[in-house]
């Protein structure tokens, strides 16, 4: 029903805007009833529309939302920097760090401090390769109010006024 009402619908792209890639990234923490394993989401916008989007299980049970949140963000970071390599090589170099939008203020910290400590010490070493690309200014991790986190939209259903915004957000439209 909802593949049949969105036929005429697709991701609008204006020439006339900014050609910064921005990232959004989110999770629900332990989603998951049975494995208690969190989704993470993120979407990409190049000026007014979304070019790269993903919403994925965690391979591993979170202990926290910043945990959760922590993950998610160091997979959308990972992204940006594979984004950002085909940029350069279509001629679209990104001159600043790609912002990224998260919503969770715990998880921004453990991002921006290479410093070990305690509370993140759980954590996979694997998820920590986004502190080094926060330290060489590839990219930006930014807070986002959780009403405008477009990412929200792959990882767990929404109140339908919600959704259409969040979709709008993503440069869906009618075409």
């Known amino acids: 029903k909802y593949i049949k009402g ?6 609008f792209y204006d020439k006339d805007f900014d050609v910064n890639l921005v990232g959004y990234t989110d999770s629900d923490w332990a989603g998951d009833i049975e494995t208690r394993k969190s989704t993470s989401g993120y979407a990409f916008n190049l000026g007014s529309g979304t070019i790269s989007w ?9 202990l926290s939302t910043a945990e959760a949140e922590y993950i998610a963000a ?9 984004l950002r390599r085909m940029l350069e090589v279509m001629h679209q170099k990104q001159d600043n760090p790609t912002v990224i939008f998260c ?3 715990s998880a921004i910290a453990i991002c921006k401090n290479p410093v070990f400590h305690e509370r993140s010490k759980h954590i ?9 690309l926060v330290t060489e200014k590839e990219v930006l991790i930014n807070y ?7 990412a929200d939209i792959f990882t767990k259903p929404l109140k339908a006024e919600l959704f259409y915004k969040l ?4 440069g869906m439209t009618k075409i």
């Open 167 to 170: 979709k709008k957000m993503l």
């Open 74 to 82: 160091a997979s959308c970071a990972t992204q940006a920097v594979w």
């Open 124 to 132: 996979d070493i694997r998820f920590h390769k986004i502190r080094e």
């Open 144 to 150: 986002c109010h959780t009403e405008e986190q477009i």
């Open 103 to 105: 919503d969770n203020k």
């Open 54 to 62: 993903s919403s994925k299980k965690q391979q591993v049970v979170a």
């Open 6 to 11: 969105t036929l005429t619908e697709g991701i």
